[in-house]
């Protein structure tokens, strides 16, 4: 989770870099240009600044939401956030592991799902030897929770 709030803050940072810095020196070089009308580098310069506002806004807003999470407070038996979760997905008869992570740290190749995907959801808090059936956009999977490693697992 730091390391995820230390990217978004560099993030933050650059972009805060360009819109302070950067773009009103590209807005100002556009205005000597001439007629605002029909000059194409200065309405560029001007849409890139709306769209790097808006991103900065969206990030800052998501460190404020990461930094209210208390990971002490995750459940010690249930699936949450950080939870390392084994599975049996009964209608293919394997078992699978997922680690559930922020949707930035979703990976699905590496077995990285986001709390806020289906599957995700599905299997939040919930406990060892649980089934669930979850709905995808593939149609409806059944899962029986095998293994669960939850956050405090891992520090300990």
């Given amino acids: 989770m730091e390391e995820l709030k230390k990217k978004l803050e560099e993030e ?19 205005r000597q240009h001439g007629d605002l009308s029909e000059n194409a580098e200065y309405h560029a310069a001007k849409e890139r600044q709306g769209m790097v506002n808006a991103r900065l806004n969206q990030l800052q807003g998501r460190l404020r939401e990461l930094s209210m999470v208390d990971m002490s407070r995750m459940p010690r038996d249930k699936v949450a956030l950080g939870s390392t979760v084994v599975v049996l997905d009964v209608n293919k008869d394997e078992e699978i592991t997922y680690k559930l992570v922020t949707s930035e740290e979703a990976n699905v190749a590496q077995g990285f799902i986001s709390t806020s995907s289906p ?9 060892v030897g649980d089934s669930v059936k979850i709905q995808i956009p593939g149609g409806a999977r059944e899962m029986e929770i095998l293994r669960l490693r939850t956050v405090h697992d891992a520090q300990e």
């Avoid at 933050?12 to 556009?30: G, Q, S």
């Fill in 12 to 30: 933050i940072a650059a972009l805060e870099n360009e819109l302070r810095i950067e773009l009103p020196r590209e807005i100002l070089k556009a």
């Fill in 119 to 127: 599957i995700g959801k599905g299997l939040l808090g919930k406990k």
